[in-house]
Structure formats: C-alpha cells, structure tokens
C-alpha cells in the first residue's frame, strides 16, 4: 500500500500560509454539546482553509465532526469559540438578520434530502432563492445551469414526475442559481443509487470547473470522496490529515488510517 496518500496537515507554525483570502476558513474552530461529564467536544480547535473555485470533500468516521465542521462554516449552527469565515466575513461575528442575509445570498446547500417544494415546478425551485432575496433572476445564468446540468426538458416537471438524481440535479442548479461564494453539500447522494449519485458527483464537479465554482462535500463515501479535487480527513474533532488529487484507494486508505489509531 502506498503510505503516501495518508497526509498529516503540518503545525500551523511550519504551514506555508496562503496569500490570497480562502474562500472559506476556520481558526480554533471549537463546538461541545453539554456540561461537566456529559459534556461532548465534538470540534476542537479546527484550522483549515478551503480554496476557491475547488472541490473538497470532508471525510472521517461516523462522529467524528465533519457535519459539525460543515455547519459551524456555513452558519447553520453556532460555534463554542473559535472563528470560521467566508471570505472576509466573520460568519461567527454575524447576528441572527445578518446570518440569513448571508445563506441567502453567499451561501448554497445542497442535502441529502432534496427539499424541492412539490407544488413548484423544477423551474420554480430553482429560482426560489433569488426570489425570497427579492432579487432578479440572471436568465442567462439560469439558463447556463439548466444546460449545464441537462435539465431543459425537465423545467416545467415538479418534483413527483423526477426521478432522485432529476430531483438532486434541481437542488444543485438552487443551491448555484444565486452565484453564491461557496456549495455545502452534505451527503448529496446518500439517498440515491450509485448510478445516479455518480451522475450528481459529476455535475458538482463540473461546477467546479466549468462554472468556477466552490464546494465543500461532506461524505462518508470514498468512491464520491474521489470527485473532489482535494479531501480533508477529520476524526475526534480534529482535522487530522489531507489527500490531493484523491482516488476510491487513496480516500479509502485515509479513512482505514483513521480508523486503526482510533482503534488503539
């Protein structure tokens, strides 16, 4: 086995610092649930930066914090201490009005579950975000999403008449019809077949570098893991390694080494 796809992430003392703003980051990023004995670190002190107009995905054991991580960066919950960003903004500094204003309109997600309205035609979800944000929908960047992700005979068809990866191939054009700064996707093809997932991972990745876009993936999945231009490896809370350029083998070589010092 080559013992070089599992990384160790250098000290943040020795780590050649970037000199252009990530697109997203986190410093001392902390979360725990509870008090006293009870209490659960289920973040600790996380420091990663995420590149623009790249395509990583989080992985780890189960519990081992990588939705936590994905959440706190997004802001869909809130950190203990620590700080996480979006570009320049400090998502931890920004106040409940300020959070939703930046979701709405620096921030797409895309879930498991494919939370399309079933009233609403494909169309129609789509744009919503823009829509709730009061603003006008780029009919131009609509339709470049819509041929990008093969959706035009679909427009017009809700959500019953789609089929999981039609329904997933929806909530991705949603989550980029705003042009946001950054994609969280957490476990999108979870609930899809493998054919379908590997249709879904490929048009994230073609948003990535057909689009310019950003997305941070949460998986337990090496072979999904593998679409990613580079994967991050977390477990007890900590980031705790880093693959480039990752394959199903070398993601699936990160995680087993996870999983052996957690075994100890």
Do not use: C
């Amino acid at each position: 086995m080559d013992t070089t796809v599992y990384v160790p992430i250098p000290d943040e003392g020795t780590a050649a610092r970037p000199t252009v703003t990530p697109a997203v980051r986190a410093r001392a990023l902390t979360k725990t649930y509870g008090r006293g004995e009870a209490q659960v670190r289920a973040l600790d002190g996380v420091d990663v930066d995420f590149t623009a107009g790249r395509f990583t995905a989080i992985m780890g054991p189960s519990g081992s914090g990588k939705s936590t991580l994905m959440h706190l960066l997004a802001g869909l919950d809130s950190a203990t201490s620590g700080q996480s960003f979006i570009g320049s903004t400090e998502v931890t500094g920004l106040n409940d009005k300020a959070l939703t204003a930046l979701r709405r309109t620096r921030v797409g997600f895309v879930f498991q579950q494919f939370n399309l309205l079933p009233m609403f035609t494909a169309e129609q979800n789509i744009t919503l975000p823009v829509e709730l944000a009061g603003g006008t929908v780029d009919k131009q960047w609509l339709g470049t999403l819509v041929d990008t992700l093969g959706l035009g005979k679909r427009l017009t068809h809700r959500p019953s008449e789609l089929s999981g990866g039609q329904q997933q191939r929806v909530a991705i054009a949603r989550a980029l019809i705003a042009q946001p700064d950054v994609v969280f996707a957490d476990e999108p093809t979870g609930n899809l077949d493998s054919r379908s997932g590997a249709e879904v991972l490929s048009f994230l990745r073609r948003s990535v570098r057909e689009l310019g876009r950003t997305i941070i993936m949460v998986t337990h999945d090496p072979a999904a893991a593998a679409y990613a231009d580079r994967v991050i490896l977390i477990a007890d809370g900590k980031i705790a390694g880093d693959i480039t350029d990752p394959t199903p083998e070398s993601a699936l070589a990160g995680l087993d080494a996870l999983r052996t010092v957690a075994a100890r």
